[in-house]
């Protein structure tokens, strides 16, 4: 079936630096890849559609220059959270629908700021 | 806004016990689905639901999609420890680009 991949899985980072983080599509194409934070025991929370060769677009309240997202090829979105803060410690998830068939899900990334 | 209200957001239960996790919203979906998630993990997909009145089967779990496709119930019967988790549902509109409206999720715990 089709398999959706995150790196780093966990991260752990000093306050101010920015991290990466990937989200591929291992067997399909995706034109579009979604970017979800989620906290403890609670929902999913949408932040921006990553679209492939055009900019994302972001939900409310996200604030794009702080959430870097590149799609530059049909199986590989980034996520770069610059600059980050303690606050920004989160899970980080991203999906990615394949056509005719339903979303699926990377493993997620833990990120820790220190 | 486009809101699927799922309850009960907390439910902590004796290991035999039924019990309903309930999604409803006042938005048409051409879909929606359940999802199961443990902690450090992606959410793994247990059903999706299409036709309005359909109920599937998963072993234990019953899932059923309202007659107007705006509802949906889980139901687990004699719920063992091992489903424990978060039970997401997600609701999904045609033509919105495959955007997810997502529930607030149930924390199940199943004590022995």
């Known amino acids: 079936g089709a398999v959706v991949s995150q790196h780093p899985s966990r991260v752990i980072c000093k306050s101010g630096t920015s991290v990466k983080i990937e989200c591929r599509s291992l067997d399909f194409q995706a034109t579009t890849m979604f970017w979800y934070r989620q906290f403890p025991k609670q929902s999913l929370m949408l932040m921006a559609t990553?679209?492939?060769?055009?900019?994302?677009?972001?939900e409310q309240g996200v604030e794009k220059d702080k959430f870097l997202i590149n799609h530059a090829s049909l199986t590989l979105s980034t996520l770069t959270v610059t600059s980050a803060h303690p606050e920004d410690s989160s899970f980080y998830i991203c999906?990615?629908?394949?056509?005719?068939?339903?979303?699926?899900f990377g493993p997620g990334t833990r990120l820790l700021v220190l | 806004t486009q809101l699927l209200e799922q309850s009960p957001q907390f439910l902590s239960i004796q290991e035999g016990e039924n019990l309903t996790v309930y999604c409803n919203s006042s938005s048409v979906f051409s879909s929606l689905q359940w999802y199961r998630q443990e902690p450090g993990e992606g959410p793994v997909l247990l059903v999706t639901v299409v036709t309005g009145g359909e109920v599937k089967k998963l072993k234990r779990l019953t899932f059923q999609f309202g007659d107007a496709r705006k509802d949906s119930s889980l139901h687990i019967t004699a719920a063992q420890p091992g489903d424990t988790g978060l039970y997401l549902c997600a609701g999904d509109h045609a033509g919105n680009n495959r955007k997810l409206i997502w529930g607030l999720g149930t924390s199940l715990a199943v004590n022995p």
């Open positions: 990553s679209n492939e060769g055009s900019k994302a677009t972001y």
């Open positions: 999906s990615a629908p394949r056509i005719g068939e339903t979303q699926y």
